[in-house]
């Protein structure tokens, strides 16, 4: 648990008096089959509209429009502008949860504490329902997908070379340092300072708080103990030369997947459609598993991940939770966002319901998503503030520098630069900023 949230208090006042709660959730008319309510929702997912025909053939009185947007800051940036001119807002967005913070902040949620989602909390993990609720009372969204980070490696070069499959980041270490002495074409991964939710994910395995709620003021703890493991731990090692400082989705990282040269990639759930769309005649030849841990408590962290929220000018907010609950929780339709939007769902039973073959590019190993299950439940509570993409662009530019220096230190520095650049942020919007 996060101690800076002391739970119960200040999580009751977080969402009244730090992030001026959004609107709380109003009814909206029965619609009928004659005069049915129509509802817009803009979303990014591919295919999603396919998923929502099933809804409106269930449900001629509740209609869903889906309005294909660019995915990530694009749409967000779109809908505070629709919010804060008062008109044009769709009644519902596909949400990635590090945006939440930033859309509330700006009034443009509906708090759903009073509906029927409520009751949801039950089917998903706690750390994905704490990411909707801020950790506090209020409900802001209905969790879709999560990417819980995973440890994807050739099989065929560690049983050729030997090694074992790392569960501990000492170890991940000594296989990294292994591989190089047997081949030193090959890294076992690589530092990528162009990926802050990567290494968001990273801190959160080892229990980060990079914000957290105190009283009525944001707390920043990018530059606290757990994140400066992290950073001194991956800067040691590309500063001993034993893993890669280039970074991932580049030609150069395709390639190295493709030729042996990256034996290893820390990603996420999500890895098969990647590794299947860079490097498709190594099918058959990875293997997932756990990502290595901090010694023997079990951990782990979310890499990507989004939600169904429901806007602050939605006229229909019943009807938008109960379109979302059924998107998000019926096993019909988790199954077909699983089979044509592609994504790895929240609900913990429907998940299990609906992944029960392993990725094609993964048919050597049936038991993919149970590894993925387990890497799920492990995730480890984590806050997000309303100034994710200020803290998320100093890490590009911080660790761009770090990675290029090669030195441990310069990774140290790089953590508190993030640091006082998102809290410099905080105070110049206005919020109050804890010490």
Not at 271 to 297: F, H, I
Request: proline share 5%; glycine share 10%.
């Amino acid at each position: 648990m996060r101690a800076a949230f002391r739970t119960g208090a200040i999580a009751a006042v977080a969402a009244a008096a730090l992030i001026m709660t959004g609107c709380s959730a109003g009814g909206g008319a029965e619609g009928s089959a004659d005069d049915p309510i129509e509802l817009t929702y803009w979303a990014w997912a591919p295919n999603l509209d396919k998923v929502v025909d099933l809804w409106n053939d269930q449900h001629p009185e509740i209609q869903v429009t889906v309005n294909k947007q660019d995915g990530g800051d694009p749409a967000i940036t779109k809908l505070l502008t629709a919010i804060k001119a008062g008109s044009g807002a769709p009644d519902l967005i596909q949400a990635e949860y590090q945006k939440i913070p930033t859309l509330v902040s700006s009034d443009a949620l509906a708090d759903l504490s009073g509906t029927a989602a409520a009751d949801l909390s039950g089917d998903f993990p706690d750390s994905v329902w704490d990411s909707v609720t801020l950790g506090g009372d209020a409900l802001y969204a209905i969790p879709q997908d999560t990417g819980p980070m995973m440890f994807y490696y050739r099989d065929d070069i560690f049983t050729q070379l030997g090694l074992t499959v790392p569960t501990t980041w000492d170890e991940y270490a000594e296989t990294a340092r292994a591989l190089r002495a047997a081949d030193p074409t090959k890294f076992l991964g690589t530092f990528s300072a162009n990926d802050a939710g990567w290494f968001a994910g990273l801190s959160q395995q080892a229990k980060a708080e990079w914000w957290s709620i105190d009283g009525d003021a944001w707390g920043v703890g990018i530059d606290a103990e757990p994140t400066q493991q992290v950073a001194d731990y991956w800067g040691g090692l590309v500063e001993e030369g034993v893993i890669d400082n280039k970074p991932m989705y580049t030609p150069e990282w395709n390639a190295g997947l493709n030729d042996g040269t990256q034996v290893g990639w820390l990603g996420a759930v999500w890895g098969p459609g990647v590794l299947s769309g860079n490097a498709a005649d190594t099918a058959g030849l990875w293997k997932a598993a756990p990502l290595p841990n901090w010694g023997t408590e079990v951990s782990n962290g979310n890499w990507g991940g989004s939600s169904t929220a429901v806007t602050s000018q939605s006229k229909h907010v019943d009807a938008a939770v109960e379109f979302a609950t059924w998107l998000n929780t019926d096993p019909e339709a988790v199954k077909a966002l699983v089979e044509t939007a592609g994504i790895y769902p929240a609900a913990t039973d429907a998940a299990a319901e609906a992944l029960t073959e392993a990725p094609e590019f993964f048919s050597n190993q049936p038991d993919f998503y149970d590894v993925a299950a387990e890497a799920a439940q492990a995730v480890a509570p984590f806050q997000y503030g309303p100034n994710v993409n200020v803290a998320f662009s100093a890490y590009n530019d911080e660790f761009a520098k770090a990675a290029e220096a090669k030195s441990r230190q310069a990774f140290l520095d790089a953590v508190a630069a993030m640091q006082q650049i998102t809290v410099d942020d905080l105070e110049s919007s206005g919020f109050t900023v804890a010490e």
